[in-house]
């Protein structure tokens, strides 16, 4: 994925990045701060909206099926 959108992996993953989908948002933490260019159409966020996608995406990853609707 991260070839995908031409973000340079070595200096990613040496930076812990991580990403994560919310709606219909991509979340990047690339761990270090983005050059210009680095991504196209990249937004910088603050630290509390990347956590606030984060928990949301998890809790929806791990909801117990009996309260998902049938």
Known sequence: ?????SVERG???LSRGACVTY????YLNLGRKAADGDV???VEIVSS???TARQ???NART??????PS
């Open 11 to 13: 200096g990613t993953w």
């Open 56 to 58: 949301r995406a998890h």
């Open 1 to 5: 994925m991260w070839e995908a959108i």
């Open 49 to 51: 909206e990347y956590e």
């Open 40 to 42: 196209d159409g990249l």
């Open 63 to 68: 909801a117990c099926p009996s309260e998902c």
């Open 23 to 26: 709606g219909d948002t991509v």
